[in-house]
């Protein structure tokens, strides 16, 4: 086809954050959610993966969430 990839690393947010201001055309490994649903397009899934949180039982009182988003502000706010 006459393209060439070129893969970089850089951190998750800086890749986000190119892909909604037109300077990335893809990212791959994202959750598809509402706030992304806004700014990209997503394939047909190429693969499944079951996520899985850990904790330790005596920490559990430390940690109440409901859904993946609420656990990332959970432990974001707990560092």
């Not at 996520?51 to 009182?61: P, S, T």
């Amino acid at each position: 086809m006459g393209y060439e990839l070129q893969l970089e690393p850089m951190d998750w947010s800086r890749q986000q954050q190119e892909l909604q201001q037109g300077r990335r055309d893809i990212a791959w490994g994202a959750f598809r959610n509402a706030e992304r649903e806004r700014y990209a397009y997503f394939s047909a899934p190429y693969r499944t993966e079951r996520v899985v949180f850990y904790m330790r039982a005596e920490d559990r009182h430390r940690f109440e969430f409901s859904g993946v988003d609420e656990l990332i502000r959970t432990l974001e706010s707990a560092r």
